[in-house]
């Protein structure tokens, strides 16, 4: 038990002589793992005004659909984009969007898998890349726009919960 | 040169009908063109201080190293992860990190093309690429990690400059 | 029993609210499923012959065996080019053609896998690709060649079983 | 003269050997290509009416929207798909689609570079893509969906046009 | 036993008209299967001192992490670069080297999986991913560069076990 | 010229900090560049025979075929697998195989392009998948099988030209 702590303070992807390595996940067991991250993306108050308006108007939800999708792909390419992640069996992976705020649209993204290992780079990919798709499809109003907080905000199935 | 200030204003990635769509780049010049990205990822104290020690024993710097490389492929792969992105003969691409507080890594991003379009999603997408891979790798520790402000800084050779 | 009815006569791939949305198939059971989808590529009669003398030739077989070769590699990647298709171990694919008519080639793709969800896509993927690539291989002879009739032949495996 | 007829009646994609090679394109020239391709999806009667339906809804265009964005990133990865397409800067990849009849979709795609070879290919694999995706989000509704008549209508910028 | 013993010996990547397939892994038995594969690499002796130095430096080991990075990244590719590998949700995959004699690197690429079939060509693909990498970081010295040797040194797992 | 010398020795790949950095090919001249690598695969006896007997049959080439689409596909994906390389538009590259001798296959790799640099390592890559797709494809035989000697031939178009 002492051991497992220890294993839980030390950084996994480094082998002994501090070399990036795969963490082997041959002998954890197969459980149900949910994770949750989020984003929020922040315009200047003219350029949300633009894209709250173009949202209303016959074809709404082109740009958030159009995140969506991309992030639900991004989700899917996590571990083609990251080192050290395992090529997991997706259950599951979806994308939703909201305006938070006046200015500011939040990002949740969702990931789960009955695996050996979690997927929180899943749930955190996803976001990232809808948020960068939402930035690619306005920067032509404004580069004043930034990608803000992404992170970790549910986790379950694994060693141990996690609850922002 | 109206029209150019209108185009200047919308949202180009629609066309109008409101559907998603590629910008037509085959009609504008070959520029050199330059963007540089930064984000910031912020940790726990305690978590800095374990980073910060790992990071001065012998194999020094295989966290950032890991890092340095995925954001580099990653910032290849921007036209696979934004959909409307065209795909570009870059020809430089780079990642450089540095603890810019006690807690937090700031992550700066260049991307270079000879080409009809910027390269300003390239820049961002290698930046989260390579963030990302700090928090996989790290997070292990903590998951109190946040990926913070994700954020063009500067821009060259479109049809108009950019500077944070 | 009802609910399983409607549930079979909703667009599953929309969410409540109508965004797209992968089919969460976490609670869905393990079984061996099989699928067969058929494309036909129709010629026009002097480029059929052409082909076909082609194919008699010493190194016979060239044109089907690239498409055979791509045909496989598309199925394995159908999971990166339909966004809300889940990742699957496959257990197997493959292609087979065969010169069904005086002036088309029908093509034959299988796919099988060992999991909670269903392989049809995967197999329409691998015949689509497998006729693109013959229509790429010929092309320099004529565009009046055309992609007939993709569709699903068999399944087996999921909730229903579907012949043609 | 002859020459070049019999090289533009020739299977360029086999050498002389028969084996497969790809078209060496050093030697012409850089000209601004475009293709058009376009493929139809035909539905049984009672899903057309249940997707024209669901189209009207609040968040409409959600299924178009989707296909057009897998069909927009599909063209993107051509040259990945097809062993012997060139890999290409696109200028510009688009995809639209309508109710062409009561029960069946028309999907065009189109897309064009400035390069030494053309774009059909890349504009063929974005509308059997967009097909493709159309088909998985709807194959809950049924099975009985047919991809049809996948061909090229337009082409212009290389050796010869072609119009359909 | 007889029948087994003739499967083991023939090409199991052709189906009976010589055509290539996959093989159907379906009704093999999940098992914990290992594959350690080694390259080697060799350097002009002043292009070995020249990287040594380098090596030695303050941020020493960039070249071998860089290519660590890649040959991990790479093994993950492997379904998708050999037509008739099976996709399969790696364990763990780790790359190791060191100089082995004055002039040589030798590359060490384990993989490991709980499937129907082993990871054979994914410790291979990696290995050689790995040393490509070597040779792309050190070619600006010399192109007297030689990749020698991939070989498979260990295999446990399948049908049967393999040692070197 | 002393500079250019200098350059010529240095490791183009590592910042002044030691740091992974892709070479920046901005300021580069566009040449027509083309590149010749080779691999050899070597066979235990029995299975070279095998494996030529099965080449004879009435499909002849089915494993060379393979070998070889698998090779073109695997140059096109170089920028993919090794870190700082730049994505290239190829003119053109292929793959030949043939029996150097009675236990060995060469595999030729040719790549071209007219760019800002060399396609050395697409050379290189293409003839290593094309190698460990022939592995692939016989390894039900024997694991004796070896990939030797993977080397650049020849080089042309860049700084200076190389010929071994």
């Known amino acids: 038990m002492k051991k497992e702590e220890e294993k839980n303070n030390s950084l996994t992807h480094l082998d002994e002589e501090g070399n990036p390595s795969m963490v082997d996940v041959g002998g954890k067991s197969v459980t149900k793992r949910i994770a949750i991250a989020q984003t929020v993306i922040s315009f200047p108050k003219e350029v949300a005004l633009q894209i709250q308006g173009q949202d209303n108007a016959t074809k ?7 995140a969506m999708i991309a992030g639900i792909m991004g989700t899917k390419k996590t571990s083609d984009l990251i080192p050290l992640c395992h090529p997991l069996p997706l259950d599951k992976c ?6 938070s705020s006046e200015t500011e649209v939040t990002i949740k993204s969702t990931a789960s898998v009955t695996s050996k290992t979690g997927v929180e780079m899943e749930a955190l990919t996803g976001a990232s890349v809808a948020a960068l798709t939402i930035y690619d499809m306005c920067k032509a109003l404004s580069h004043d726009i930034v990608i803000k907080e992404t992170k970790l905000m549910h986790k379950t199935g694994g060693k141990s ?3 922002r």
Chains 1, 2, 3, 4, 5, 6 share one sequence.
Do not use: H, L
């Open 161 to 163: 919960d996690f609850n």
């Open 60 to 66: 709404k939800g082109s740009i958030f659909q159009t």
């Open 94 to 99: 979806n994308i939703e969007m909201e305006w």
